[in-house]
């Protein structure tokens, strides 16, 4: 489906576009925040928040839609139709999780099967989206008895399980809810304390995190546009967990710092925010993201190199430069972050598991070598799977006698109004 010129805006229908979004996630494993930024200069503020609500909702409880898609339909759409079946969920997800009023709902789901071309489907699109009004209650009960109400794949939630037996429930509860907003102040313009009142003169809640001094995280979610000063560098969207990277790889103006599988920038920052006049190089394999590292310390007004380069082939954009302090961010399953991005429950596999590990651990190897005798590695991923993690950790010491662990590994997990699942791991080289 070709995207509307602006010219032609007022014409589009926003469940089409929807159902083409989730088509494109679950039919060719496209990333749905990436999806989202090609759509949203496409449609009206009002109907870009709609947008993200409906894509991101379906994505959190896919295995209940298709489960009443299932019940309600003696075949379902596939081939050349099935962006219609993607229509449905579209069109139940209204019903069931937003305030559109059903018949409205209804009305603009039908309206996108003509958007989408197929208007011989009109019809069945209607009939099914009116039956499920009418069984409703019923088909909440079956899918509760009979469905996957954990609202993962069945791999995941083993996974979860195997490594959490005490409180895989509450993370998989955690994984199911919105994420909260959390802020990072930036400290050389405030403290929490000082921009936590600057936000109640804007009528904006917000509560101060005990432990991490630079966060705060909002009462209700705010548009970036509506942060005081946001535009001027005084805050920075960041997760409470990913907050504690910064802090723990504890930089000192004068160092030589990189910042390794950088992108987007966010933990870049925070070490120029900690320490201004450190020499800290961002490197990020993706030259598109890499832009989006640049835009962060434009924004910021701090300064650091950034190259675009792989962490297997650190040979080739180090300079055989040595440094006194590395993060390296690790490439991992992000089922730390499902909440934030509920559409990694739908692209990932399990087989990915194995070969991530195996991608850490040849990152961490490859770079090894250029951290300084005395110097500070910080190990972290957006896991909460041991296998990316402790795991990982275990084997390099093993292999690695000149590694020493400097703290027991952190392992964070979801927590609702808390942070996301972060792991650190402070290594040394003696």
């Known amino acids: 489906m070709a995207l509307p010129t602006k010219a032609q805006a007022e014409n589009y229908n926003l469940r089409a576009f929807c159902a083409q979004i989730i088509f494109d996630v679950l039919e060719k494993g496209n990333s749905l925040s990436s999806l989202l930024i090609n759509y949203n200069n496409k449609v009206n503020d009002k109907d870009r928040a709609l947008m993200q609500e409906i894509s991101f909702g379906i994505m959190r409880v896919l295995p209940e839609l298709e489960f009443y898609v299932q019940a309600l339909m003696d075949k379902i759409f596939t081939g050349k139709n099935r962006i219609i079946h993607y229509l449905l969920l579209v069109g139940l997800y209204q019903l069931i999780y937003t305030r559109i009023p059903p018949h409205a709902a209804a009305s603009e789901t039908v309206n996108g099967v003509i958007s989408l071309k197929k208007p011989s489907l009109k019809g069945v699109v209607n009939g099914v989206l009116r039956t499920f009004l009418r069984q409703q209650n019923e088909l909440k009960k079956q899918f509760m ?111 030589t710092i990189l910042d390794l599988c950088a992108a987007p920038g966010g933990k870049t920052t925070h070490i120029l925010e ?115 993690n402790s795991q990982q950790i275990s084997r390099f010491l093993m292999q690695h006698n000149n590694a020493k662990q400097l703290q027991p590994v952190q392992q964070y997990l979801p927590i609702e109004n808390g942070g996301d699942g972060f792991f650190y791991a402070k290594l040394q080289k003696i």
């Open 145 to 255: 008895l009979n469905g996957n109400s954990s609202l993962h794949p069945a791999w995941l939630l083993k996974r979860i399980k195997l490594a959490y037996p005490e409180n895989w429930s509450d993370i998989i509860t955690a994984n199911n809810q919105r994420p909260p907003m959390w802020l990072r102040i930036n400290s050389l313009q405030f403290s929490a304390i000082q921009y936590q009142q600057l936000l109640n003169d804007y009528d904006i809640g917000s509560i101060k995190d005990n432990h991490v001094k630079s966060a705060l995280r909002l009462l209700s979610p705010s548009p970036v546009n509506k942060l005081p000063l946001f535009e001027q560098g005084a805050v920075t969207i960041q997760d409470l967990s990913a907050q504690h990277a910064a802090y723990l790889l504890a930089p000192e103006n004068g160092e």
């Open 274 to 388: 900690l320490a201004p006049q450190a020499n800290v190089i961002a490197v990020d394999i993706d030259s598109e993201r890499v832009k989006r590292i640049e835009q962060n310390l434009a924004r910021l007004k701090l300064k650091a190199q950034v190259k675009v380069g792989d962490g297997l082939t650190p040979e080739k954009w180090s300079d055989d430069q040595q440094f006194d302090r590395i993060l390296l961010d690790a490439p991992c399953s992000a089922t730390g972050i499902i909440r934030r991005h509920p559409d990694i429950k739908w692209l990932r596999r399990d087989s990915d598991i194995i070969e991530l590990a195996e991608l850490q651990y040849q990152i961490l190897t490859k770079i090894w070598p250029y951290l300084k005798v005395n110097g500070i590695l910080i190990y972290a991923t957006c896991s909460i799977l041991p296998d990316e």
